[in-house]
């Protein structure tokens, strides 16, 4: 079954946490992407990666981080930077370095409280 | 800044009523136009792409591009409560040396039974 995964649906922290938030997919995808999505707005790109080992920062990439070893994987981390972290991420993929189509992951929604 | 409008809403039809969503970009440059879906508290999922000027039907939707006008519009036929959720309009812009994809914050769409 091919798609796209994230792990884990819900997270709770603590502020002054670091959290990390898993995104795979089969789909043999090159491109993949992290969104955020607040109520109200539109989503807002954070960080993408066109190929394996390269990754560039979105339109709102302060107070996160990623890394692109494989290219099933694309982690995103959270970390204590990110002054209003609570949020529903998406995480998403597309073929091809100017990949038509995207499709997005089930999505995690962070708490921090 | 590239930008994609969107009439937030809610638009109200009766069941079995065409729904019409719309949407405008500001990049003239723009190639390809999305739409998806997004039931509360889910990801996205893409319903239809268009990249020509003109209309793209699939099943009960169809897509409508006006390049010239910078218009893309969403055609729900025969309307069902499950229609029901947010819509969102996305465009794909090259934007920064690279290609980005840019959402409205959607329309949301309720479907009266």
């Known amino acids: 079954d091919g798609g796209i995964t994230q792990s884990p649906k819900y997270l709770f922290r603590k502020e002054g946490q670091n959290v990390t938030l898993s995104c795979e997919q089969n789909l043999n995808h090159d491109a993949m992407y992290w969104y955020r999505q607040d109520p109200g707005q539109g989503l807002r790109l954070i960080y993408y990666?066109?190929?394996?080992?390269?990754?560039q920062k979105g339109d709102i990439a302060e107070g996160y981080s990623v890394s692109r070893e494989k290219k099933e994987s694309f982690p995103l981390t959270v970390t204590s930077a990110q002054k209003n972290p609570t949020a529903f991420y998406l995480c998403?993929?597309?073929?091809?370095?100017?990949?038509?189509?995207?499709?997005f992951g089930p999505g995690t929604r962070l708490t921090v409280t | 800044q590239k930008e994609v409008e969107q009439n937030s809403g809610p638009l109200s039809v009766p069941e079995g009523a065409i729904a019409s969503l719309n949407c405008t970009y500001s990049d003239r440059g723009s190639q390809s136009f999305f739409w998806y879906r997004q039931y509360s508290g889910k990801s996205p999922e893409l319903i239809m792409f268009i990249y020509s000027n003109g209309d793209k039907e699939d099943g009960r939707f169809t897509a409508q591009l006006n390049k010239a006008s910078q218009y893309v519009s969403l055609l729900i036929r025969d309307s069902q409560p499950s229609d029901s959720a947010t819509y969102l309009c996305?465009?794909?812009?090259?934007?920064?040396?690279?290609?980005?994809?840019?959402f409205g914050t959607g329309t949301r769409l309720k479907v009266l039974a």
């Open positions: 996305a465009v794909k812009s090259f934007v920064g040396g690279t290609y980005k994809y840019i």
């Open positions: 990666s066109q190929i394996v080992n390269d990754f």
């Open positions: 998403a993929s597309s073929i091809g370095r100017g990949g038509l189509e995207q499709y």
